[in-house]
């Protein structure tokens, strides 16, 4: 049948989307994106944020395994529960780990090195979590006394975006500091898209700190945080500016974040910029931009319209 | 054969995690704080956000099922499909609530007064389903009609973060009234960590309501709004300080939050603090800053730099 | 026995949710929506989010499948991976550009014009894919040398909100000046809820752009960015007000939101707004606001508390 | 770093697996196949069996909703939970019918005549559904009442493979009737692959029908059985041979199968081949090879050993 | 335009499928139903087959962890997910057992005493789970002495259907001895649908017993199988005639089954049926029919064709 | 509240379960079983049965794309998603070929001889495939020229169970073959258990072979089947017996099953057993039990009853 034969072809080419073509042109130029960084072999895999976000979850439920975890646990049952979620988190996260030192090293394969420094990595992770659920429980209860609408300690862990953002930091510092900073962001970046919060893991934040409402909250790379400190929405505490080298390349890695000390609240909006101190027990008010130190319990508010 | 015996051993310890003693520190950990807090027993189980969710999704389809609900439905079965999502939804919505009231009541099994509590409160909250529909179609007019960028009503319904948000909120709103307020503020900050609009249930808002954008919006619990209010991103409508008791401890529940009358605009990034009254007709800069009343029809505005 | 019958009957009525008179006013609800908008007939559908979030997915898997495709793919797989995605993430577009199509023209069945349209934008986008490749590599190396933390290129692309959200608006853009907007601004809409960044598909964005953190970033629609430009949190590049038309209705677009020129660095919280023209090599400072045009070079910022 | 790349390229050698020359060899099949048979296009979709494992189960399920469908249902809910099922499984069955009647066509597209013919055949199936639940309620009450095991109704309804079998059988067969006879067969060998029970669907079987136990059991295309027939495993009603016609080919569709009359029993492994009749009330003995026709209440049995 | 409006009015006549006629009818059906069996109420729900999957999947993977269980288990966490695996599987069979005893109770709500009974149940199952794991491992020893093909038990443990028939049934059987028949029966049925072989819970089977190929086993109610018996495909040890009372209805629970003694081989096809008793060490053949007992060290066999 | 406190103390009590205890007692157990098999060390995992369904489903949907594959496919893109489909499938072979390779090994760690062998027989197995899809094809056509209920050799491959079991056959005696006969020994049980045929991967069978029906098939280890075969649904070839060494224990892998020669047709229930020749073009009739070869053309049925 010539006629059903010729109205095929013409349905086929005029449904046909060149596919093979764009192959083609994507894999030049990937080939050209890797020439151009002078990597001459396929770098090996980085690790995956879908594998982190259950990792994060697991030791959540580990922490707190009546709220967070399974609601199904009968009392007898939550050693257990605790204890295989963390035997299968703490696995995934060394498999993890891997990948990230496995990249660092830009070798072909994984070396026993390497391999021996996943398993002490997740190890000395693995005995630091009692101290974090010690201070994360400073944290809500922080939470429970700062908030007029808050009524119940449990009602703050189950709902609190700001709660969330900080058990995400704390995991995730703990890992940064182990070692492996590349998973420590992505942990710290999964909280950040659930919340609007982001705290770099490389922050230093003391216990009984809360965050109230929290989206578009930034806290920097090296900023350092005492005690009781109170923050709200939109707060900033970054960086003033970026020095250049000789070349005009930034200087990377260096301290250009504030320090804020114990008993501090800042209202919501303040951008507070630059290696500063904020005293101990100041108040910062709403919106307010500040750039210099702050002596102890001072009181920063911006000018009423 | 002893040496592949004891390269077993070796290798097993390297990669041992002593998972077991970290599972006694956590238990140590759970029951000191436990005891802490005076309870001597396991607390009854909280709502769950993920079953919120999907009770959240279910009541949106059953409002707007040619939008929000199966594409693929056809006339016919428009009212089954209606009915059988009601079905559903309620009745999970129901074991939640029970979940709410058992855990106020702190008793050891659900009583038979919270049981049928759960089907009053559910059955009310039904009944509310018309009304919420009709406050969200004049929201989505009112989008509609705000928008330079909107093309047609159904766009606006698809793909705006803001009618989400009041979406959520108003069915919160409903739950929040009938007495279950954590359950109304988990759906709140369900909408909330999806659009970073956070809008406490017990906020009053008429209809014809429109946040535009809508990131880092904040609207307080004692917050009342009139019709035909339109909002900008990163508005706050909050309280101005909490005032604590002579033991230093937060007063709750009190009247906290702004008064925002019929037609007003509030651009983006104003900060509105306290129990104030912003008068019919006005319009609010962007990035103003106001702690008092203003009389209707007024313009308030930032100085530029 | 007359006595359990009757037991059931309290039971039933105790339980029992009315639904069905629900299901009734629903019903009644939605026909008064339909009459009032003078739609006698039941809508086409509209594309679908969930479908679009695996579009956007399968696309950026497309363009880097070593980084944000299957992990597990060995070398000589990746052209088979990327044409298989291709072919089945383009023609999943497909079929969600003919629902918009669809629902533009308001007729009873796709029309064979419509059809064959939806083939040649797909088409037509496929081809665009490369150029878009080309231009995200340009952004990711621009958050790589604009970032002090950032420590390789291949962290920036699986680590950055930015980068989602540049993405996602380079995708989106090209569908939007292909003639499907509303499947433009719903991708748009999936990276904003994401990451907090919100850039209408229809703005004009040259390459080496950079957005850091990011939450609370709002772009209009007719803004025009230049090259090498970088924005921090919460800037909003807007519309200064909404003109109407003499019946009070708002004028829609026109042109209405800045130009940014080239090597421009505009920090946390500015809002800048209406068309005017931010000056090649400017620095707008932190939350400054700005309604009027700045000349190259110019050094903008807020005074200080 | 000339060693590592060579490395590299031992290491890629030795894991390649050649897939490209797989899938030329494999393409040269499949082209040589089609060339075989004469088509020169790709033929239709076929029914996909995975969906129609879907409609299967949302059939029983609409048929006894209390027993097969939802547990969690209300008596309020019910019809339209029956309702939403049926309009759900209906529609997908109609596409699959649309697939089968498009393949029988041969043409590119399916037609106008095609499309309405998959809404009758729908309609008209829908319509049947009545009787095929009252029929089955006779077989389910058939194997209460013939297995000194069971306990009572409902535990055959959702133990029985026999009941499955049947329930699958009848849909399949008023599919059969209806003209898609594909579908019929796949519907029963869905059957088949879990009971290990084949019924052709083109089999008429009268009500109160019971198979016990089941596996092996073996109905052909033309077999007639009449009402109160039983069963038991591993029983064939088959064709004793197969004609041929003068080229040797099989002659298709002749009648070849037992007709089995009402209330006869046969034990497990009985075959019984060839267009014969075994008359009411007969009993056949376990292990019987039968291919001539018996009188009604005959009574046979294999000579023991 | 009353045109398109006609079209459509004709269009969706043409794909109605008076759906709401068939669920009138199937409603009625339903109420004439539970009318003709007495039952005034909506009877309670019986237990979920897909539930009791997992529940046998959860206790296989409890008794050989390492080989049925999660792969990935390190040496220190196998006692973590067999305590967890347990707790979680035995609240599932828990809620299943209320299920199966207030569906015999025929009471409108589960009583306290039958709430009791579950746990009084699932505590004694629990206690049994060791003494049936001994058993499981003398069938896997068995499996692997009498296969020729076999090379180690491992590959006995996953590969061999009769293993996990055995499995399920020595699960179900004490499920069946502690009174919960239906749940028993329905284990019993998973594993019939998978291998084709049909064990009835109430049998009694000693240790070491194999059943190779295994598709058509049927093995009854009352039969008893001493030890060390291995059985092959399509054996059938059934009831021979089941005798009626003086109204003609069956009789329900007598002894009907053959007996085997230890050491007895059965193979391919034989059918054994009626209370007989099969000497210790005798040896079956092929196909044999027998309803008469023999003495221990029989050698029966059929003739040859 | 002392009261509460006890009752929930008697309460916990009377729901524990006594896990721990019973965690106990299985430790001890497996200990003991490890003991007794004289294995010091935890055995390396086993091949996974649920991955490898997913390998045998992705290879049949690479033979045949169009029908077994994707049914959404466009003719641009078979090739892809053949290539991709090839990648991913092998590549998780590859990955269960290591696992059979180690466990064999018996040692701590997979060497990397075996490491490499993994990949030369997932090379080699894939050079194979060509050669399986041209049998197949033989195959279907066999099933279609055989079955008079068959219209076409699409139906045959969707539908027939018995080209299912074929296919998976062919497959795991490839593999069978290359060295890793547990895994060829799963994927054959995967088919054995969905369509009652069970055909050991080490049988040698030649192209056009048809079984019809299917269930309760048996193909022992050392059959070898000509062209042209057909056998239906019961038949056995199996072994006659088993002879055992001086101690008693089985000899295992010598040549113990039937040969059958080209164009022999064997009909339901046939049990043909031991090393005896079935001639050329015999046909053995339902139910025969045949243990001595018969010469070509012989012409075998049982006497009717």
Chains 1, 2, 3, 4, 5, 6 share one sequence.
Not at 208 to 234: C, M, P, W
Request: net charge neutral.
């Amino acid at each position: 049948m010539v006629n059903t034969k010729r109205t095929r072809d013409l349905l086929t080419r005029s449904t046909n989307l060149d596919v093979n073509s764009i192959v083609d042109e994507l894999r030049s130029l990937r080939n050209a994106s890797l020439e151009s960084r002078q990597r001459h072999n396929r770098p090996p895999k980085l690790p995956s944020r879908k594998i982190l976000v259950g990792v994060a979850e697991g030791l959540s439920a580990s922490l707190f395994p009546n709220r967070l975890g399974s609601s199904e646990l009968a009392d007898e049952g939550i050693d257990h529960y605790v204890g295989h979620m963390l035997n299968v988190t703490l696995r995934e996260l060394m498999v993890q780990i891997q990948h990230e030192l496995h990249y660092n090293s830009g070798m072909e394969v994984l070396s026993d090195e390497d391999r021996q420094q996943s398993v002490d990595i997740t190890r000395a992770f693995a005995k630091r979590l009692p101290k974090v659920r010690t201070l994360l429980e400073s944290d809500i209860i922080a939470a429970y006394e700062g908030d007029p609408a808050a009524r119940n300690v449990d009602e703050v862990l189950v709902c609190y975006p700001g709660i969330m953002a900080i058990t995400h930091y704390r995991l995730a510092h703990e890992l940064h500091n182990l070692g492996v900073p590349l998973i420590a962001r992505m942990i710290s970046e999964i909280a950040h898209s659930v919340t609007g919060i982001e705290i770099h893991p490389g922050a230093q934040i003391s216990g009984s700190f809360f965050i109230d409402h929290g989206t578009g909250v930034v806290i920097g790379e090296t900023a350092i945080i005492g005690k009781n400190v109170r923050l709200y929405q939109a707060v900033t505490l970054g960086a003033k500016r970026f020095p250049v080298d000789e070349n005009g390349a930034l200087v990377k890695g260096n301290v250009r974040h504030p320090i804020v000390e114990d008993d501090v609240v800042i209202y919501a909006g303040a951008t507070i910029l630059g290696r500063i101190t904020i005293g101990s027990g100041s108040t910062i008010g709403g919106n307010v931009w500040l750039t210099h130190s702050v002596p102890p319990r001072s009181n920063i508010s911006q000018p009423q319209s």
